[in-house]
């Protein structure tokens, strides 16, 4: 047969592929037809295409130029082989003699032992390998940056038409992990409690990929260029807004319009749509090769840069479809997959449909997280890998109980999910009853149940709890949330919000707590060593007043008169209470100097977080108007465990003797002075744990909305006295935790807790 003269260029190959693939037959014959087409295009000897079993191991599914009988019989164990490199890399591999790499592996059933020229690309899908292509020479020769490019273009269709079923048939793909499909369990961290059943909405669209070719490269290129220019119009105008603010978050900005403007990022998209994609497979090709890239980095600095392309890319996306929008419509039952979600993004979606929220990274303090929570959207997160295990539509279950995800579960455990969530749902029915009964023990006791708040959407759960006031509302949260820093006004206006909505209750408004875990992300902070211990709450307010004082304005403008409750975090020290409280009577002066209202009752109060504070108490009682107790960071503090390390935060346990002596050291010394006392870490919304704190003598217990209900129950339950007789025994305990005397205490004083 006379030589074919190979026609070069993607688009002629993936012409050719196409049309020899139009006529249909049975799945191997056209995987040796797409071989064969590519290997003469390419003027290869060899090409062969590699896909990845369920197993891990990449089987030859077609060669052209290797013995055919090899195909299915050859498997690289993973990470096994040139194969392995490429499929751990994500990135194309050419070598110029392959047999000189370290990582070649000999297989003699392949026949393969004359060839020296290799080139391999990974298959990419959302990232994630699923397969390689190779394209090899007998003769030792470098295939040129084109080749490449051409043989990349080649593999991303590829791999949609893999993954899409338009090449082999869903059942001839059997054990082809293309998706993965089996049952898996992942277990990560709990963010926001609760349980949820549904569909994968992924946070990223997925481009379709009857997109993926262009048909007319000219308009494509122009759709790419205009995209591109209204996204740099877009960073341009956010960084004119900041101007002026901040320096450290406009230096955020900056950073961030040199990836839009970074010359390699722009040509990448530009040679893609040349090559014949269209702008949105560009977009997704060049992600894919940058998550492949970096995704594998172990600095952190490189996965945060990661993390700023995904998000440019998605904008890019977003300019692309014309609609700037982060949200999709949600079908019933959504359950939303991330890597990571920006400040806000949560908000944007159909609170209605959305049932649960899955992470794969994030920490409890991440922005995500805080919002879930305060939606009350059950939500895991830090599960390792999970965006590359699931795809769109597959059902999953979101355990927020136990910190899991249960990616397509079998129907037995849909099942047993489904009764779990009926019987939350039943005893959420019982507390809302409960919703307007005062909470008094069984022995007369009132126990005033607060809750803590932080955002817009927590007011709606003040009506719907039955909560008498807001013991804590952390300000930060409104900074960490924002894109930018929330001047004067925002601040005002919220605060007015919280105080309309609270129509008279007392609202407990703690200054901003930020620093440590609480990082805002266009305030550039300074790295430390020990972030806990470091520059966070009251010490950074002291020492920049200018941000202090302007809030501590806003509270007192949105006060209008009325009465307000301040309180400073992480005080160690009671000259830094002194001080705090010195700034509070300055911006009262100062507004009545303008004419304006001072507070008619103005508390100010401090929050006990540090051991310091427990052995100064009668120092600090006499100078607040009352305390709280922030037992989250207490306890880490007590026990010298960061609270927001998964290894250590639950090593120790609040019901031990060590931590309740400390807890009734401070009860006691505020029932001795009358300072009005609450307990406002997450604690006091346990009701094994409030049962606990209502045994030491705290009668006023903040929480999140959804402890409201539970602790309820219990204190409508207990006999005080009983309870403390039973602790107070407790607390000269040997052990190292209490935990399960107490469960007894509270079983034999039948309390459900
Ligand atoms: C605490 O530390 O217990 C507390 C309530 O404050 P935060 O959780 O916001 O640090
Ligand atoms: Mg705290």
Known sequence: MAAQVAIRGPRSLLRQIREALAGGGPAQARLDMVVRIIALSMVADVCSIYLRRASGEMELFATEGLDTNAVHVTRMKPGEGLIGEIIRQGSPLNLADAPEHVAFSFRPETGESPLHGFLGVPLLRGGRAIGVLVVQNKAARTYSDDEVDDLQIVAMVLAEMVASGELITVGELEGVEIAPRKPERLIGSKFAEGLAYGAVVLHEPPVASSQLLSDDVAAEEQR??????????????????????????????????????????????????????????????????????????????????????????????????????????????????????????????????????????????????????????????????????????????????????????????????????????????????????????????????????????????????????????????????????????????????VMDAAGGLPVTFRTLDLGGDKVLPYMEAEREDNPALGWRAIRMGLDRPALLRLQLRALIAAARGRPLRIMFPLVANVDEFRAGRALVDTEVAWAQRRGRPAPSRLDVGAMIEAPSLIWHLDALLPMTDFVSVGTNDLMQYLFAADRGNSRVADRYDPLSPPALRALEAIQRACAETGTPVSVCGEMAGRPLEAFTLVALGFERLSMPPAGIGPVKQMVLGCDRELARRGVSALLKSSAGSVRSEIETLARKLSLAV
């Open 224 to 497: 790419l260029a205009a995209a591109l220019a209204g996204l740099k119009a877009q960073i341009d105008k956010m960084l004119e807004g900041q101007s002026g603010l901040v320096d450290a978050s406009y230096e955020v900005l900056e950073s961030y319009r040199m990836f839009a403007h970074s010359t390699s990022w722009n040509r990448s998209l530009e040679d893609a749509v040349k090559n014949g994609l269209t702008a949105e497979a560009a977009v997704e090709r060049v992600r894919s090769e940058h998550r492949a890239r970096l995704g594998q980095a172990r600095d952190p600095y490189l996965r945060e840069r990661l993390h700023d392309l995904e998000d440019l890319n998605d904008r890019l996306l977003r300019h692309l479809s014309g609609d700037a929008s982060v949200a999709r419509d949600l079908p019933e039952n959504a359950i939303l997959v991330a890597r990571n979600l920006g400040p806000a993004d949560l908000l944007e979606y159909d609170r209605t449909k959305l049932r649960g929220l899955l992470l794969e990274e994030g920490s409890s303090a991440s922005h995500a997280a805080i919002v879930a929570r305060a939606l009350d959207i059950p939500c895991v997160g830090r599960l390792s890998g999970l965006r590359d295990k699931v795809s769109e539509g597959d059902p999953v279950i979101v355990d927020a109980e136990t910190g899991e995800a249960y990616l397509r579960p079998r129907p037995d455990v849909v099942g047993a999910i489904k009764a779990r969530i009926d019987v939350r749902r039943q005893r959420q029915a019982e507390f809302a009853k409960l919703k307007d009964t005062p909470a008094f023990t069984r022995d007369g006791v009132k126990i005033t149940l607060l809750m803590n708040a932080g955002l817009d959407v927590d007011l709606e759960s003040l009506v719907e709890t039955g909560a008498e006031g807001i013991g804590l509302f952390r300000t930060e949260f409104q900074f960490m949330v924002s894109e930018e820093m929330p001047r004067f006004n925002a601040q005002t206006a919220l605060y007015s919000r």
